[in-house]
């Protein structure tokens, strides 16, 4: 039996209120799917275009809130806070940047 554990995206105490709920798992496309019911995508926030991580667990599968993509930060934006000046190696870096290589790295 699968089991969907949506805790980790509920804030907390909610299930204590509002109680779990069995959903259908449909197939979609060439996979499988579930759909969440109104009231735990309203409580919990989650949009059309929400990303959400699915886990496997031993008891099923465990489905939180994905991280937001990195967003790419182009060149001429992180060379803003930039003085111009060269970068001082600390005595820690400079002594790494001396070492001879001792087996085959070179």
Same mark, same amino acid.
Do not use: C
């Given at each position: ?9 509920? =804030?907390?105490?909610? &299930? ?5 709920? $069995? ?9 499988? @799917?579930? +759909? /969440? =019911?109104?009231? &735990? ?6 949009? #059309? ?7 496997? $667990?031993?008891? @099923?599968?465990?489905? $939180?809130?994905?991280? #937001? *993509? +990195?967003?790419?930060? =182009? /060149? ?9 000046? *060269?970068?001082? /190696?600390?005595?820690?870096? $400079?002594?790494?940047?001396?070492? +001879?290589?001792?087996?085959? #790295?070179?």
């Amino acid at each position: 039996m699968i089991q969907y554990i949506l805790y980790p995206i509920i =804030p907390k105490g909610w &299930f204590s209120l509002t109680g779990a709920k $069995t959903v259908r798992v449909n197939r979609w496309g060439n996979g499988l @799917g579930i +759909r /969440l =019911p109104k009231e &735990f995508t309203d409580k919990a926030g989650i949009t #059309e275009s929400s990303r959400l991580d699915v886990r496997p $667990t031993a008891d @099923g599968l465990l489905i $939180t809130r994905a991280e #937001e *993509p +990195r967003r790419h930060i =182009p /060149l001429a934006e992180r060379l803003q806070g930039w003085s111009g000046q *060269p970068y001082e /190696l600390s005595d820690e870096d $400079t002594a790494w940047v001396a070492m +001879r290589a001792i087996g085959d #790295e070179s």
